[in-house]
């Protein structure tokens, strides 16, 4: 995985050719026979690019448009917003991703988190470097604890945007946020048992405890927790929306 985003000058006029390490956030059919990509990519953040004839096609791209896959992608981009993809190779797959329903919803969960958080704020390394770490985890992680790695990805980007989730203290007494009872305030911060009667929001326990010692949340757990924390750090109402992950999970 060392490809790095490189600039190959004017093969096209007016038309530079990128490339760097991505990932498929969404794809939507356009026309008779091409796609719309969204791509996270590790250095030129997220790019939205056409993919000329991918649609029905399995030999052009060779499974590299699939969702989890770590593609090096290369695109031209000229005047328009919308780039145009030149070429895409299989870097990596994930596969145990595929082997449950759980950990594919859960997949799905982490893209459009992604996608939704990057819309929000810029997207770079990091981000794609937390969401392939995301799919690695997942790939291997029992099924029952799936959706534990959505609410982790989720507290790892929002912290990398500045957002502090779980403080040293309960930011309205400062006392301690240790014990049972602690609630997700519905603007994103963890306040304490005594405090929680104050405020509306969902339980927190999960957040508080030590990673070592958190069990995994369930599906409905860790969606109703992101959808506290991005509401919070986003200002507004945010609901994860399971199942929009793109075209679908199979070959373009």
């Known amino acids: 995985m060392g490809v790095r985003c490189r600039v190959f000058g004017n093969r096209i006029a007016g038309m530079e050719e990128r490339e760097s390490l991505a990932l498929l956030l969404d794809r939507v059919p356009y026309r008779d026979r091409d ?45 328009s917003s919308l780039a145009t993809l030149a070429g895409a190779d299989v870097v990596r797959q994930f596969p145990g991703v595929f082997e449950s329903l759980e950990r594919l919803e859960a997949g799905q969960a982490m893209l459009v988190l992604a996608r939704d958080l990057a819309r929000e704020a810029p997207a770079g390394e990091t981000m794609y470097v937390h969401l392939v770490a995301a799919f690695d985890a997942l790939d291997a992680v029992p099924p029952s604890q799936a959706f534990g790695g959505v609410l982790s990805l989720a507290v790892r980007m929002l912290e990398e945007l500045g957002h502090v989730v779980v403080g040293d203290a309960c930011p309205r007494c400062q006392g301690p946020l240790g014990g049972p009872g602690t609630v997700l305030a519905s603007d994103g911060t963890v306040v304490c048992r005594q405090c929680s009667r104050f405020v509306t929001g969902v339980l927190a326990d999960l957040l508080v405890l030590p990673p070592e010692l958190r069990p995994a949340p369930s599906r409905d757990q860790a969606v109703a927790l992101v959808g506290a924390l991005l509401s919070g750090a986003l200002g507004r109402p945010y609901r994860l929306r399971l199942g929009e992950s793109g075209e679908s999970s199979g070959t373009a």
């Open 35 to 79: 796609l719309i990509l969204t791509l996270l990519t590790r250095d030129a953040g997220v790019v939205q690019a056409i993919a000329r004839g991918a649609r029905g096609s399995t030999r052009r791209y060779a499974g590299a448009l699939d969702l989890f896959v770590v593609l090096a992608a290369r695109w031209r981009q000229g005047a």
